[in-house]
């Protein structure tokens, strides 16, 4: 334990920073999403799993990364398994799951876009790629999720921005980077994905129909 308490202080890397943040929050949207539909521990300990790292692992699929980032980090999985107990430990305080959820799904969307932006930067990528395997990431896990929930996704809404959001952050993120850098562009396009989907969903703001 100690040993992981100081691999974790010792993280300088930006993105892999951000990669842990968008875990946790994706791991406690899918906590409190299973909560809503009274699953037991072990449903949502699965629907936390799959929220998390899903859309990363259809990722890695696609780009041929196999075996697939989570089955060689082993943090991961106990920084899921971490964030399960603290989000069960305070459920009682949440009060309104589908605020808390929507928040948290908004949040991991912006973080996990640029994780899989990043991953394709590393592959060499062209920029419109790196932002479609961006927002596989981003959207993927809720996918999963709300299917095993017997929800329609998110990102199949008629009446909701979801993967738009994604695809507008990846563009300020590119627009960006030469001119504040990698780290500070990368903050910019998680606070705008996250943003505008909070406030999309708030006003209720909607591509027109075909």
């Given at each position: 334990?100690?040993?992981?308490?100081?691999?974790?202080?010792?993280?300088?890397?930006?993105?892999?920073?951000?990669?842990?943040?968008?875990?946790?929050?994706?791991?406690?949207?899918?906590?409190?999403?299973?909560?809503a539909k009274k699953l037991d521990i072990f449903g949502v300990l699965v629907i936390a799993f799959v929220t998390a790292l899903g859309g990363g692992t259809v990722r890695d699929v696609l780009i041929g990364a196999t075996p697939v980032a989570w089955l060689k980090d082993?943090?991961?999985?106990?920084?899921?398994?971490?964030?399960?107990?603290?989000?069960?430990?305070?459920?009682?305080?949440?009060?309104?799951?589908?605020?808390?959820?929507?928040?948290?799904?908004?949040?991991?969307?912006?973080?996990?876009?640029?994780i899989g932006i990043h991953k394709g930067q590393m592959m060499g990528f062209s920029p419109g790629v790196c932002i479609a395997l961006g927002?596989?990431?981003?959207?993927?896990?809720?996918?999963?999720?709300?299917?095993?929930?017997?929800?329609?996704?998110?990102?199949?809404?008629?009446?909701?921005?979801?993967?738009?959001?994604?695809?507008?952050?990846?563009?300020?993120?590119?627009?960006?980077?030469?001119?504040?850098?990698?780290?500070?562009?990368?903050?910019?396009?998680?606070?705008?994905?996250?943003?505008?989907?909070?406030?999309?969903?708030?006003?209720?703001?909607?591509?027109?129909?075909?």
């Amino acid at each position: 334990m100690f040993t992981f308490a100081a691999h974790m202080v010792s993280l300088s890397n930006f993105s892999y920073i951000i990669e842990i943040l968008g875990t946790v929050a994706f791991a406690m949207s899918g906590v409190y999403a299973a909560l809503a539909k009274k699953l037991d521990i072990f449903g949502v300990l699965v629907i936390a799993f799959v929220t998390a790292l899903g859309g990363g692992t259809v990722r890695d699929v696609l780009i041929g990364a196999t075996p697939v980032a989570w089955l060689k980090d082993t943090h991961t999985l106990l920084i899921i398994l971490a964030t399960v107990a603290i989000a069960l430990l305070f459920r009682k305080r949440m009060g309104n799951f589908q605020r808390t959820l929507m928040v948290l799904d908004a949040l991991g969307l912006g973080l996990f876009t640029v994780i899989g932006i990043h991953k394709g930067q590393m592959m060499g990528f062209s920029p419109g790629v790196c932002i479609a395997l961006g927002t596989i990431t981003g959207c993927f896990g809720g996918v999963v999720r709300d299917i095993m929930l017997n929800h329609i996704p998110a990102l199949f809404h008629v009446k909701e921005l979801y993967a738009t959001t994604c695809i507008a952050g990846g563009i300020v993120y590119f627009a960006l980077r030469s001119w504040l850098g990698e780290d500070p562009a990368q903050g910019v396009a998680v606070a705008t994905i996250s943003s505008l989907r909070i406030i999309s969903y708030l006003r209720k703001w909607y591509l027109p129909p075909l």
